[in-house]
């Protein structure tokens, strides 16, 4: 497939390729341009360009424009779930969540279209202001694969109709999609350079779209020590940046929670997506009075996964998604059983056999007894890995959760309300869900704290992150 640069497709003939294959299989599923710097700068430009066009049109027309982009992924949301399970790896059912999911997001951000923005100020003799909210100019976006489609929309939905333009870079395992929905929001509409992908390394894409001066906005999703680099690359032109990174999420089940419901939220919340998400259930907290009862209905339903290609039906977990990830699950779990951190319940292996060995899959795994200063704790385990811990009461589960370099959600599952008022006021993190995780609709403010990343998206506010202030000021 060819990068999209002034929404044109671009295929220079000296290009090489980076080549994307299904990682449940090994397969040759399509190629992508790896691009340059050269490509970057024919994208900012491209969008600069486009951008005067853009930000002229009213707010409603540029709502119009992802509306239509909505219908016309759910129009294709079979074929771009089918595209997404094979670069990706995940169930068929997942990607077609996430592909709903990015439409959701376009609505969203249409319907808000019409909100009022900007304010006015009156101040008595000395005058009056009309405080007006602009688009920045040539905003990116820089994509991770594991939830490509979604992290898109989260991105592409505000930036737009706030009249920006864009440039973005999808990871190189999983380009496909979103270059077939920047394709999409061309059909829809969108003016010609307006968004613009670029396919190619982090290392030199990505840096180079840092770099640009004329870039004014940096919206990155991705590893931490990625997110320090952009930082510091970002700030030789006082660049606006959203980092959302990494997260240790801590779920904490009370004694009171409904145990069936705290087991089905800690399955999923650890092993969608074969446990490569920000914000999946990365401890697990456990009240002492109900851990044996928990663990004996968690480890029935772990060992009971069925583990295979995301494109069969039946399967509830596909592979990881490359070789790096699989290697890096098995070293933490061969670590943290030399170093006796920790007991395996379940899993603890790479899977074996032939209809696995193509592919990166892993068991899903339970570690129990962890230690205090287990590895698995500390660091970001972005794998269908869950260590459990047992604590005596809230006050120690809190103390445990906030224990954390990170800070991006937290769950508590209870029925008392005080024990909610207490974990909502004494866990830091952006998010603090109660009897349920994960979920992220858009109209919801998300990302972290700590080293999980500042700035947030979702919801009305993130708009305000793609526009500035300009006020004009009247002196009667
Ligand atoms: P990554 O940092 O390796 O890559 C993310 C993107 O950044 C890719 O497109 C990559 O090509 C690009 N990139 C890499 N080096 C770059 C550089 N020097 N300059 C510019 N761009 C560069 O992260 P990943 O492995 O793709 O994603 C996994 C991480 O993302 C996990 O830590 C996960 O928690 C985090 N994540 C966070 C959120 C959130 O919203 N907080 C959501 C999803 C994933």
Redesign the pocket.
């Known amino acids: 497939m060819d990068m999209l640069i002034n929404g044109i497709a671009a295929t220079a003939a000296d290009k090489t390729w980076i080549e994307v294959t299904n990682p449940a299989t090994g397969e040759y599923v399509d190629r992508v341009p790896r691009g340059s710097e050269e490509d970057v700068n024919a994208a900012v430009e491209a969008a600069d360009a486009a951008f005067g066009v853009w930000s002229e049109k009213t707010t409603r027309d540029r709502g119009l424009v992802l509306y239509r982009a909505a219908e016309l992924i759910r129009r294709d949301h079979k074929d771009l779930a089918e595209i997404l399970t094979r670069e990706q790896g995940k169930p068929i059912r997942e990607s077609t969540d996430e592909v709903r999911g990015c439409a959701n997001i376009f609505e969203y951000y249409a319907s808000i279209a019409g909100l009022p923005a900007g304010e006015t100020v009156t101040l008595g003799k000395a005058g009056d202001c009309l405080v007006t909210r602009v688009p920045l100019g040539v905003c990116a976006a ?6 490509p489609v979604l ?1 898109m929309g ?1 991105k592409a939905g505000p930036a737009l109709l706030a009249g920006n333009s864009l440039v973005l ?5 999983t380009p496909l999609t979103n270059l077939r929905i920047a394709g999409l929001l061309k059909d829809a509409g969108l003016p010609h350079g307006v968004l613009n992908v670029v396919t ?4 030199t ?3 180079a ?2 770099k640009h001066p004329r870039v004014k906005k ?1 919206s ?8 320090h ?2 930082r510091e ?1 970002a700030q030789d032109h006082l660049k606006t940046l959203t ?5 240790s999420d801590p779920m904490i089940v009370m004694a009171d929670a409904d145990i069936p419901k705290a087991v089905e939220g800690a399955l999923r919340g650890r092993f969608y997506n074969a446990g ?4 999946a259930v990365k401890r697990l907290y456990l009240h002492e009075k109900i851990a044996e009862e928990f663990m004996r209905l968690l480890t029935a339903k772990v060992e009971g996964l069925s583990v295979g290609n995301g494109l069969s039906p039946g399967t509830d977990m596909g592979p990881l998604n490359s070789a790096e ?1 699989l290697g890096r699950i098995s070293s933490v779990i061969h670590e943290t059983t030399e170093r006796e951190e920790g007991t395996i319940r379940a899993g603890g292996c790479p899977l074996t056999g032939s209809a696995y060995e193509k592919g990166f899959f892993y068991t899903p795994t339970l570690i129990t007894d962890v230690a205090p200063d287990a590895a698995l704790l500390s660091n ?1 385990i ?1 794998g269908p890995v869950l260590p459990v811990v047992t604590v005596p009461d809230l006050g120690a589960a809190i103390r445990e959760a906030n224990h954390s370099k990170y800070g ?1 959600g937290a769950s508590v599952w209870t029925k008392d309300l005080a024990t909610v008022k207490q974990v909502y006021q004494e866990v830091n993190a952006g998010i603090i869900w109660v009897n349920r995780h994960l979920t992220v609709p858009p109209e919801v403010p ?3 704290t700590k080293e ?2 500042m700035g947030r ?1 979702n919801g009305s506010k993130a708009l305000d992150s793609y526009t500035q202030t300009k006020t004009l000021y009247l002196g009667w």
């Open positions: 820089i994509i991770p694969w594991n939830m992290i989260w870079k999808p990871a190189s395992t190619g390394p982090g290392e894409v990505g840096a779209l840092v940096i990155f999703t991705g590893d931490c020590a990625t997110g680099r952009i690359m980092l959302e990174l990494g997260g490569q998400i920000c914000t990830q970001e972005f991006l998300f990302g972290g999980s990343g998206e």
